[in-house]
């Protein structure tokens, strides 16, 4: 049985705890990053968060930003090998929000 699709990273795990990270680091090096309670908001920590989209240390999203072709990830398995497929989605990702 051969396979030439590999274990894909999880690009969304973590985010939050990297996020968080990320205004720690930026806040540090001194740049104007609100105070981490403003985070607290779901759309200020929504907000930030899609910031990361298809940069270093964020997450992968196919939103038509030139970024996200260095993070796609991509395989082929044997069609005898695949029994079932799942696809999933949270809709449309409009990286102005």
Sequence with gaps: MEK???KR???VK???E???NKRAARREAGMDVPAESVFSDRLETLRFNRSLANREGG???ADGMPEAIKALQSGSLLLHD???I???SDGLF???L
């Design 4 to 6: 030439s699709l590999k």
């Design 18 to 20: 990297r996020a968080k």
């Design 59 to 61: 997450y992968t999203v």
């Design 82 to 84: 695949v029994q079932e």
């Design 86 to 88: 799942l696809m999933i």
């Design 9 to 11: 990273k999880d690009t």
């Design 94 to 96: 409009h990286n102005e």
């Design 14 to 16: 973590g985010i939050s």
